[in-house]
């Protein structure tokens, strides 16, 4: 059992790896034709929409947003109209998305005209109507935040300190032997990792970081 103080913290929500769902929605007599899919870098987002562009190769609008997390960065958040009327779309559709806390993600919504005007208020409502619907129906996970430390110790004590931390819920990624014995570890954010590894040594060592991610666990 992982120790108290090396409890696993959540981050926002992804979809699950390999999801991608479609649903549709009707507003007088236009469908609204939503694709929904987990990606996990910009790249993957455009090959969504330019997959829907081929799919649907006769509808007018294929309007979008994604929100992918880039490590060490800001977000990427990126919304395009695609022809309809400017902000009718795209920024609405990723106001969705960014309420949902969803990340990691790719949206695209089909519009085939059914030959009513929707009018500016229509469509903003049926584009995010759409994008919520498809939410709605998606199941979702949540992702853990770990951090990357690393440590040295002498090499008399790597094993020793290898199962301190492997007791507290850490990941030993690797140990490299040179004049020392050099440790490098995941913990989940929320863990005390400095508490552990004073403890451990008696308060004479400190461990340092060097890097974060998030992961499904």
């Known amino acids: 059992m992982a120790n108290a103080a090396c409890q696993d913290g959540t981050v926002t929500l992804w979809l699950p790896r390999g999801y991608r769902a479609e649903s549709e929605l009707e507003v007088k007599r236009s469908r609204f034709l939503t694709t929904l899919a987990r990606v996990d870098a910009e790249e993957a ?29 800001q977000h990427i958040e990126r919304s395009s109209d695609d022809g309809e009327p400017s902000g009718t779309a795209g920024a609405p559709m990723l106001g969705v998305l960014r309420g949902s806390g969803v990340t990691q993600v790719v949206a695209v919504v089909t519009r085939y005209f059914g030959g009513v005007l929707l009018g500016t208020g229509g469509l903003v409502r049926a584009y995010s109507d759409a994008v919520a619907q498809a939410l709605d129906a998606a199941p979702r996970v949540k992702p853990l935040l770990r951090v990357r430390y690393s440590i040295e110790v002498g090499h008399g004590a790597a094993g020793r300190f290898q199962s301190v931390l492997r007791a507290t819920g850490c990941t030993i990624e690797s140990v490299d032997y040179s004049e020392f014995a050099s440790i490098t570890f995941v913990a989940p954010e929320t863990c005390d990792v400095a508490t552990v590894i004073s403890v451990a040594a008696g308060g004479r060592l400190r461990p340092s970081r060097v890097g974060q991610f998030q992961s499904e666990g």
């Not at 649907?56 to 929100?67: N, Y």
Request: proline share 3%.
């Open 45 to 73: 987002a455009r090959e969504v929409i330019a997959d829907v562009r081929r799919v649907h190769p006769a509808a007018r609008h294929h309007c979008s947003a994604f929100i992918v997390e880039v490590e060490g960065a």
